[in-house]
């Protein structure tokens, strides 16, 4: 895994945006996986920085969100269709059409999340996934102890995501208690992982996902098993790292050709 750690979760989104709008240019029909959330707004304002200030396009480029909650259309604005629209797609140059967010509104659901797998898999699979870190550890809507092999379905969200959750909602028993996610195996599938941290919530989280074992009680630990994936960390989320001064050791003696800054 390789561990990046930047001062701020502004610097840490810089870096973000750097890995993606360097895939953007190397491939400029990309198809990048997308997450929600309060992480990653930073770096979505970033990216729109990039394209109207340096001419970074999104016309090639097809999308798909890791997750939507059940029963929310996309018009309300607490789902995660709304939350793309708002905070990256209607700012980009991207094709609507090609931006893919799980219906959660969908007569049959299940039927949804296998035509969501078959949807990435006609257009190539996942170039890069990006992804934020639930306090409990989960990736996507992958509550602990889940299958570390799962693919999209349908997720019962746990109390404490929920909860966290609900600070951004307004109300904790209007909260959605299903979400379609895509699975583990969906996002280990992907040829390149990008996961951001940030902020003393995460410290605990972050330890399992990149020191402890393998473990369902910490889906993120899954990336342990990929190739090719970079986690973005802030200080206080790198707190509690054992080998935080080896991540920054490595960091500093990247090869030109290894560096994203
Ligand atoms: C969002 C998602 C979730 C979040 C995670 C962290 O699409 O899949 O796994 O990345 O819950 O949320 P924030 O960034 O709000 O702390």
Redesign the pocket.
């Known amino acids: 895994m390789e561990v990046l750690i930047r001062e701020s979760a502004e610097a840490g989104c810089r870096l973000a945006a750097k890995v993606i709008a360097r895939v953007v240019r190397e491939k400029p029909d990309a198809v990048l996986g997308?997450?929600?959330?309060?992480?990653?707004?930073l770096l979505y304002r970033e990216l729109i920085r990039l394209h109207r200030e340096e001419g970074l396009s999104f016309r090639g480029i097809t999308t798909f969100?890791?997750?939507e909650y059940v029963g929310l259309p996309a018009t309300h604005d607490q789902s995660?269709h709304w939350?793309m629209r708002e905070n990256f797609f209607r700012h980009v140059d991207i094709d609507p059409a090609h931006t893919h967010v799980p219906d959660g509104t969908a007569a049959d659901l299940q039927a949804e999340c296998r035509r969501y797998e078959e949807r990435i898999a006609t257009a190539g699979g996942i170039d890069l996934q990006l992804?934020?870190?639930?306090?409990n550890g989960?990736?996507?809507?992958?509550e602990p102890t889940g299958s570390l092999r799962s693919r999209t379905w349908i997720k019962i969200l746990s109390e404490q995501?929920l909860r966290?959750?609900s600070t951004?909602f307004g109300s904790f028993d209007a909260l959605p208690r299903h979400a379609i996610?895509?699975g583990i195996g969906t996002i280990l599938d992907a040829r390149r992982l990008l996961l951001?941290?940030?902020?003393p919530?995460?410290l605990r989280a972050t330890v399992d996902m990149i020191e402890g074992p393998l473990a369902a009680r910490c889906p993120a630990s899954a990336l342990q098993l990929h190739p090719r994936a970079t986690v973005v960390l802030d200080e206080p989320a790198a707190a509690g790292l054992q080998y935080a001064d080896h991540y920054r050791w490595i960091d500093r003696h990247k090869l030109d050709w290894q560096r994203y800054e």
């Open positions: 997308l997450a929600t959330g309060r992480t990653p707004l969100n890791l997750d995660y939350f992804l934020g870190l639930g306090r989960h990736i996507g809507f992958n995501t966290d959750n951004v996610t895509m951001l941290a940030f902020g919530a995460k």
